[in-house]
Structure formats: C-alpha cells, structure tokens
Nanobody, 125 residues
Framework: EVQLVESGGGLVQAGGSLRLSCAAS????????IGWFRQAPGKEREGISN????????YYADSVQGRFTISSDNAKNVVYLEMNSLKPEDTAVYYC??????????????????WGRGTQVTVFL
C-alpha cells in the first residue's frame, strides 16, 4: 500500500523558515516523481515543486522559486521541502504527492496518483 505522510508544518513569523518532510512507503522510491502542492482556503490546489527522484531534477513554481528547495534522502524514502523567507501568502495546507514515470516539468495535480493528507503552514506578520 502506497503511503505518503507529511510533517513539519506549523506557525511561523513572516521571514522565517520551515522544513516539511514527506515520508513515502509502498513503492519504489527511485522511480517516482514526488511533488509538493499547497491549497489555501477558497483557492485551487497549486503545484509548487516536483522532484524526479531518479535524476535529482527539480522544478518550481514562480511563486516559490528562490525561496523553497526540494530535496530527498533516497535511502530513507523521504522528500523535504525547505521553505525560507516565508510570507503570509504562503499560508496553506501543504501536500506531497507521488507519480511513477519521469516528469521534466512541474505537473498539474491530476498527474499524480498518490497523495498525503497534508500539513498546515501558517505564516503571520
């Protein structure tokens, strides 16, 4: 059974940092894309980053480029999202998602097969 479990969310002041983790199990980690998405109340789910684990290729949305970094520990089957210079508009529930194959771009939510339950990130002034 495929499972994705996010952790690391919380409350942080604007300008601060958080590191989210996505622990994956039930599939061959090296053959997958792992993406991070976020959804704020009343808004659509937004793709913010994707990691092609087999090659280490990374992709980012313009809204987080230069502030967020996606990485992985393939030995532990964990993907991280390091978030720096956080802004109030980064407030959302953050989800990780997984899909087999190779995406050389930032995929849309419908292109992922498996999802975690999310972790809340709240950025205050």
């Amino acid at each position: 059974e495929v499972q994705l479990v996010e952790s690391g969310g919380g409350l942080v002041q604007a300008g601060g940092s958080l590191r989210l983790s996505c622990a994956a199990s039930g599939f061959t980690f090296d053959d997958y894309n792992i993406g991070w998405f976020r959804q704020a109340p009343g808004k659509e789910r937004e793709g913010i980053s994707n990691l092609l684990t087999s090659e280490g290729r990374t992709y980012y949305a313009d809204s987080v480029q230069g502030r967020f970094t996606i990485s992985s520990d393939n030995a532990k089957n964990v993907v991280y999202l390091e978030m720096n210079s956080l802004k109030p508009e980064d407030t959302a529930v953050y989800y990780c998602a997984a899909s087999p194959g190779s995406y050389y771009y930032l995929p849309s939510p419908g292109e992922y097969n498996y999802w975690g339950r999310g972790t809340q990130v709240t950025v205050f002034l």
